[in-house]
């Protein structure tokens, strides 16, 4: 069973919508979560961070945590081309494992 | 720059040589850490260190070395290569252990 789980995709969502991506987690006791961005070719990129209950938001991105129901999401409002990339969520799992890596969710904006 | 640098981008080797991967970062960054990339499997983490002198194993470090005699400096050797070891590495750094990774550029590695 892996322990930080994606739907793979590949989600193609229009421009201008809203892109919803989905990350679940096996440990209850994880403190640290990651939105990382991943072009094709590219190194990933930290997009955003969340450590308690709730939403954070930067700019088009709003990040959504759950702890209870051990998920967090990623939310891409205003959709534009340029977000057509590789999503990784990243979860220190328990409180004292190292960062693991789910194995992305493939968005495409469909202009 | 400041920032984390990789070494070369991309490397064509045999097997059974020794190939070194060298990251550099200027962030002052305690914390840094090896992964390898391949489809399939994401990210999975080789290696890790804590500070100068302190490394430690992580999901996948057999066939790699790694050292750390100053902070900025966290080469990884494959002492020798595997066609197994063909893969796309990533190094990266952070303040906190478990804090933010801020990623390198990485390194294409092809062993024939």
């Known amino acids: 069973q892996k322990e930080v789980e994606q739907n793979s995709g590949p989600l193609s969502v229009p421009e201008g919508a809203i892109a919803s991506l989905n990350c679940t987690y096996s440990d209850r006791g994880s403190q640290s979560f990651f939105w990382y961005r991943q072009y094709s070719g590219k190194s990933p990129e930290l997009i955003m961070s969340?450590?308690?209950?709730g939403d954070k938001e930067d700019g088009r991105f709003t990040a959504q945590l759950n702890k209870a129901s051990q998920y967090v999401s990623l939310l891409i409002r205003d959709s534009q081309p340029s977000d057509s990339a590789t999503y990784l969520c990243?979860?220190?799992?328990?409180?004292?494992?190292?960062?693991?890596f789910g194995t992305g969710t493939r968005l495409t904006i469909i202009p | 720059d400041a920032g984390i640098t990789q070494s070369p981008r991309y490397k064509i080797t045999e097997t059974g040589r020794q190939v070194t991967l060298m990251c550099h970062q200027t962030?002052?960054?305690?914390?840094m850490f090896w992964y390898r990339q391949d489809l399939g499997h994401g990210l999975r983490l080789i290696y890790y260190?804590?500070?100068?002198?302190?490394?430690d194993k992580g999901e996948v470090p057999d066939g790699y070395v790694v050292s750390r005699s100053k902070t900025e400096n966290f080469p990884l050797t494959l002492e020798s290569a595997t066609r197994s070891q063909t893969s796309v590495y990533f190094c990266?750094?952070?303040?906190?252990?478990?804090?933010?990774?801020?990623f390198g550029d990485g390194t294409r590695l092809s062993i024939l």
């Open positions: 962030w002052s960054h305690s914390y």
């Open positions: 990266a750094s952070s303040e906190a252990e478990r804090g933010p990774q801020h």
């Open positions: 260190s804590a500070a100068a002198d302190i490394t």
């Open positions: 990243a979860v220190n799992l328990g409180r004292n494992e190292k960062l693991t």
């Open positions: 969340i450590y308690s209950n």
